[in-house]
Every structure is written in C-alpha cells, then in structure tokens.
C-alpha cells in the first residue's frame, strides 16, 4: 500500500487496488466496514467409479458428480459412450489416450492435467471404469494428487467384477457350488505375470483384463506338477496350488451389461479354441472360472458340491448341450425399461 493509499483510508476515502483480498468501503463509511473479498475457489478432484457400463448403475453420488458438479471429465478410455453421454455439453471431457505401449503415459498425463486443472480452482471428476479402487489405479492417484496439495474424494462404482456375471447369468457364489469367490488380474503391472490361484472345487475365480492373453492364463491353470500345459503356453510358476481340471467351466464376459455384451462359455481345456472361433474380441472382458459358471444354466444345478466329481463328465454334457461351448450375445430385454 502506497503513502497516497494510506491517506486516503485515513480520511475515509477509497483507495484502488488490484489485490486479490481488496478493501472496500462505502463513502460515508469508517475503517469498521471495510469487507475483504474471498479468495480464489479452491479446486478438487473427485476419483469416480462409473460402473460395469450400463448407465442404470451408475450410483446416484457419480451420477450428480458427472453432472452437476464436474467443470471438467477426465474419463479412462473404456468406459461407454452411454454414460458420457449424461454429461452436459458444457462440461470438457478428455479421454485417456491409452493404447499399447503408452499405459504409463496416459495415466501420467491424466494425474497432471487433474492437477493442473484443480490449481485453476475447477473441479475434477477422475471418471473410471467399475469401481475405482479395483484394478482401477485409484491407490496411486490418490498418493499422487495428495503429495500435490489435493485430498481426492474417492466414488465407489458397481465393480464389474459383480456385476457381470450376473448380466451373464452366473451367481459368483452359489449354495451347494461355489461357497467363496476369489478376484485377481490375468496381467500384472507394465505387462508382468503374476501368480493366479489354485483349483479349490469350491471357489469362484474372476479374472480381470487376461482375456488378451487367455493361452497364458488357461495354461497356467490347467498345468500339471509334471509341466504339461495341454499344449497351451508354459505355465510354470504361475500358479499357488492345485491345478483345475480341464472340464472345468470357465465363462468369458465381453462388455459385460452393455446392448452388445457377448458371453462364451466351455471348459478350460475348449475355451481358447471357442474364443478364436467366435471372432474378434470385445474389449473389456473378463473371466468366471468354476462350477458357478452352470449353477443357474437351464433347469439349474446345485449339487456340486454334495455329489463330487463322479457326475461332472454328465453335467458339462447337459450344460453345453452336447456341444464343447456356448455363446450368447447382448442382455436381458427387460433393462430396457430399469
């Protein structure tokens, strides 16, 4: 403040600023109201999980934070058209560029944009597919943008890993089939194997983002103590535990809960040759591997577990008709009116 400004406010008069936290006083006025104007909006940044796909499951906290309170969407590359679509034309919506190769770059470069946008006082939806924090890098952003000033508001979303079976028509536990589930990756980080879970009769598993490389994961599963694969790709030291039968049923979920959804069911000894013969693959997709895969199949079958493995041969036979797999395609019609 200059000597002019300060004579100025002692004889009551205003002076003229260009501070951010500006004096302002009414002519009649003495220093006692003087009022400062608030400072900048501070900006945030909220991490949202948007659901498997279908826009009836988005929750009602995403759903207003995409379209009431966002100046700007980040958005993961595969999450669907349907709900970006529910956002206002007014909102800036970027795409995560990611393809093979730039992974890492894409995700660098959404954290710093997200930064960069909540230091201009705008506030941030950090939109992913299903659930943030299941295999959807939600723990590293949050670090991330915390070690830059930004507490993140983290959005649970409906995990695919759920909510596509059902779409499917497979329970994930079952009584009398599956008494416990089991949610791992097919991939690990930058491309790396990881060690998947032995055959426990009881047990679901859901494979996350290994449909890509089913030879792999189906080789690493099916592979026995003497490191026979079935022909598929080595297996060794992929797996903790027993290995799965090859009648084991396993069901692959392409854009689980979306109109062109597609599901391929068979064993792990069929399914690779039962995707290649369906066509191109439609990502995203996952893996049910287990019993549950049948349990509500047709008339239904519930007696895995209380008959044992002698009446398995029959009931994969029953279950796939006579035929070594099964493929559906899109999802029930009545979600055309939830």
């Known amino acids: 403040m200059s000597e002019d400004d300060m004579k100025l406010i002692l004889s009551g008069d205003t002076p003229q600023t260009t501070s951010p936290y500006s004096m302002q006083a009414s002519n009649e006025d003495s220093l006692h109201h003087l009022t400062l104007l608030p400072p900048p909006k501070k900006g945030r940044i909220l991490l949202v999980g948007s659901g498997p796909g279908h826009p009836s499951l988005l929750t009602i906290a995403t759903h207003n934070a995409l379209t009431k309170q966002a100046d700007l969407v980040l958005s993961d590359k595969l999450v669907p058209a349907a709900v970006l679509a529910l956002i206002p034309e007014t909102v800036e919506v970027r795409i995560a560029r990611k393809f093979p190769g730039n992974a890492e770059g894409a995700q660098s470069e959404m954290m710093d944009a997200a930064v960069e946008a909540a230091r201009r006082g705008l506030t941030v939806v950090r939109l992913k597919q299903g659930d943030p924090v299941v295999y959807g890098r939600a723990g590293e952003e949050v670090l991330f943008f915390r070690a830059h000033g930004f507490e993140p508001l983290v959005v649970p979303g409906v995990s695919s890993a759920l909510a596509a079976p059902i779409f499917a028509g497979i329970p994930v536990t079952q009584r009398g089939v599956a008494e416990s589930v089991i949610v791992c990756t097919g991939v690990g980080r930058q491309g790396k194997e990881v060690k998947l879970p032995g055959y426990e009769r009881s047990r679901t598993v859901l494979i996350l983002m290994g449909v890509a490389r ?66 191109e693959q439609r990502p995203p997709g996952m893996m049910v591997v287990g019993w549950a895969v049948l349990a509500l199949q047709g008339t239904g079958d519930t007696s895995v577990l209380e008959e044992g493995e002698e009446r398995d041969e029959d009931r994969i036979r029953q279950w796939l008709g006579g035929g070594r797999w099964v493929m559906r395609e899109g999802i029930d019609q009545g979600w055309t009116e939830v």
């Open 214 to 279: 089913i030879a792999q994961v189906v080789g690493a599963m099916i592979r026995n103590d003497s490191g026979s694969g079935e022909g598929l790709q080595s297996g060794e030291g992929r797996r903790e535990g027993r290995p799965f039968p090859l009648n084991t049923p396993i069901a692959i979920i392409e854009r689980g809960s979306m109109p062109d959804q597609r599901v391929v069911a068979s064993t792990l000894g069929d399914i690779c040759e039962a995707l290649d013969s369906v066509g």
